[in-house]
């Protein structure tokens, strides 16, 4: 363990206090990690909402009606299929992120982001829209996806599985990694690099500073290019 944190609490107070996805995301790609931010189309409801936590994953799937009584598949038969399940196993510091289905409704709601809350979990990452928006404003607690639109996914998605692998266009989330998201975009950091990740990333974010100063005080872009190879 390094000097900076010792839990996960740790780990994510230093990132909001130091770090963001732009500077995080430039060291993946040093490091050969280079399909980890989600679509552009996943913002946050609010400009000023930032998001950092592990992620929960949660997978759903389209259907084409709320209940299906002689399906050979007992969860065609489940309002939601698994969502209700899958919002109470929530841990503190998780994010719910889901993905799977086609983005054509809310995929995150009111009611939903308040067990979220209540079980500790740090916000919500959905591959698809949310509603409710206002009740989610007074939740207080971070969305991202594709904006605000009514439409329920009651009669046209359920939820299939949790904590298994989920793709977002070719980004591959696990349970367990750690996301990230502000202004600029939602990131995904793979559990097993996430120590070199964040240190690296540190050690950017403060060489960035200089850099700024010194730009600031007139030098040139390529002299500072040349100077401290960031920019």
Known sequence: MNKYWKNDNELFDFIRKELYTAVV???MDKMGFQHQFLPPQIRPLKENMNVVGRAMTVLEADCFEE????????LMNKPFGLMLEALDDIKPGEIYIC???SPNYALMGELMLTRIKMCGGMGAVVNGYSRD???IYDVALPVFSYGPY????????KVIDYRVPIEMNGVRIKSGDIILGDIDGVCVVPQEAEEEVFMKALE????EKTVLKAIQDGMSAVDA??????M
């Open 133 to 135: 928006t206002e009740g």
């Open 99 to 101: 993905s799977g289905s």
């Open 150 to 157: 009514a439409q329920d996914q009651a009669p046209r998605g």
């Open 204 to 207: 950017k974010a403060r060489g």
């Open 25 to 27: 995301g430039d060291i």
């Open 67 to 74: 209940l299906t009584p002689n399906s050979q598949n007992a």
């Open 225 to 230: 290019w040349n100077k401290f190879g960031i």
